[in-house]
């Protein structure tokens, strides 16, 4: 039970500093499918850091990586306004073709580009405070409520002086960040880089805000929930299902078919924020 807990609390943290990330960008009205390529970017660049610069430099550029791939989808849907979903598929796709090149041209074969040596349970603890202090942020700051206020309607906020431009543009700031630490923690977690590690971990924490409703907290909790049932999947992997063995890709799919099915059963009851996705 305590390592099923443990495992928990390990795979979850990706989960809920990407929901965090997408958190910022959302409820600012910046739609978001972009978490992914921007978690998986980080964690290449991390990867490829980790040797010449040690761990905390390794961080550092996987999350500039991300940021970087953050602000260019501000630029894209801010300035040049274009689609919020193209501009998040096109991030996606650079994030995907861009890692694979990347590493297959600069990883040194001599490291195996591993930050093992820093604590995981450093990503684990931060990822249980960002929720908090962004619930705090939104609630009570100067700052977090013209976030929500350029989220739910950006025309009435230009009418109070808000610049919905430069609100944004902070909200995107923070997406780098909380997706770049994303992308760092599971690159820690595994000890080496693949293709596509990610595996729509990125999409499960953009599931896990929708369930939660854009709030940081009942997004915390959505994303615990899908960190257990992948820890639970290992747990159970080779395990036979009253007498029957199950196939591996059976259980590998368990917490994308949870995802899907709590998407199938909430979507259209929580209140989007109105101001997503306009100018």
Same mark, same amino acid.
């Given at each position: @039970?305590?390592?099923? !807990?443990?495992?928990?609390?390990?795979?979850?943290?990706?989960?809920?500093?990407?929901? @965090?990330?997408?958190?910022?960008?959302?409820?600012?009205?910046?739609?978001?499918?972009?978490?992914?390529?921007?978690?998986?970017?980080? +964690?290449?660049?991390?990867?490829? +850091?980790?040797?010449?610069?040690?761990?905390?430099?390794?961080?550092? %550029?996987?999350?500039?990586?991300?940021?970087?791939?953050?602000?260019?989808?501000?630029?894209?849907?801010?300035?040049?306004?274009?689609?919020?979903?193209?501009?998040?598929?096109?991030?996606?796709?650079?994030?995907?073709?861009?890692?694979?090149?990347?590493?297959?041209?600069?990883?040194?074969?001599?490291?195996?580009?591993?930050?093992?040596?820093?604590?995981?349970?450093?990503?684990?603890?931060?990822?249980?405070?960002?929720?908090?202090?962004?619930?705090?942020?939104?609630?009570?700051?100067?700052?977090?409520?013209?976030? %929500?206020?350029?989220?739910?309607?950006?025309?009435?906020?230009?009418?109070?002086?808000?610049?919905?431009?430069?609100?944004?543009?902070?909200?995107?700031?923070?997406?780098?960040?909380?997706?770049?630490?994303?992308?760092?923690?599971?690159?820690?977690?595994?000890?080496?880089?693949?293709?596509?590690?990610?595996?729509?971990?990125?999409?499960?924490?953009?599931? +896990?805000?929708?369930?939660?409703?854009?709030?940081? =907290?009942?997004?915390?909790?959505?994303? !615990?929930?899908?960190?257990?049932?992948?820890?639970?999947?290992?747990?159970?992997?080779?395990?036979?299902?009253?007498?029957?063995?199950?196939?591996?890709?059976?259980?590998?799919?368990?917490?994308? %078919? =949870?995802?899907?099915?709590?998407?199938?059963?909430?979507?259209?009851?929580?209140?989007?924020?109105?101001?997503?996705?306009?100018?």
């Amino acid at each position: @039970m305590f390592e099923l !807990l443990t495992l928990t609390i390990v795979l979850s943290a990706p989960l809920i500093l990407g929901a @965090m990330g997408g958190f910022t960008s959302e409820r600012s009205g910046v739609i978001n499918i972009g978490l992914e390529g921007m978690m998986l970017m980080s +964690a290449c660049v991390t990867a490829l +850091a980790a040797a010449k610069f040690g761990p905390v430099g390794a961080v550092g %550029l996987g999350i500039a990586s991300a940021t970087v791939l953050s602000l260019l989808h501000w630029l894209a849907t801010q300035v040049y306004r274009i689609d919020h979903v193209i501009s998040g598929m096109a991030i996606n796709a650079i994030g995907a073709g861009g890692t694979n090149f990347l590493y297959g041209k600069l990883s040194d074969p001599s490291h195996n580009g591993s930050i093992s040596h820093v604590p995981v349970a450093l990503f684990s603890w931060l990822a249980f405070f960002v929720p908090v202090i962004l619930w705090a942020y939104a609630r009570w700051t100067r700052g977090g409520l013209r976030m %929500l206020a350029v989220g739910s309607d950006p025309d009435k906020a230009r009418l109070m002086g808000v610049q919905p431009l430069r609100v944004r543009f902070f909200g995107l700031l923070a997406t780098g960040l909380f997706t770049g630490l994303a992308g760092s923690q599971l690159l820690a977690y595994t000890g080496n880089f693949t293709d596509n590690m990610t595996a729509g971990r990125g999409y499960i924490a953009l599931a +896990a805000l929708i369930l939660g409703g854009w709030r940081p =907290v009942p997004a915390f909790l959505a994303c !615990l929930a899908f960190g257990f049932f992948s820890a639970l999947r290992i747990q159970l992997q080779g395990t036979a299902l009253m007498g029957a063995q199950l196939p591996s890709e059976a259980w590998a799919s368990l917490p994308y %078919l =949870v995802t899907i099915i709590a998407l199938a059963g909430f979507l259209g009851k929580n209140r989007t924020p109105a101001g997503l996705g306009k100018p």
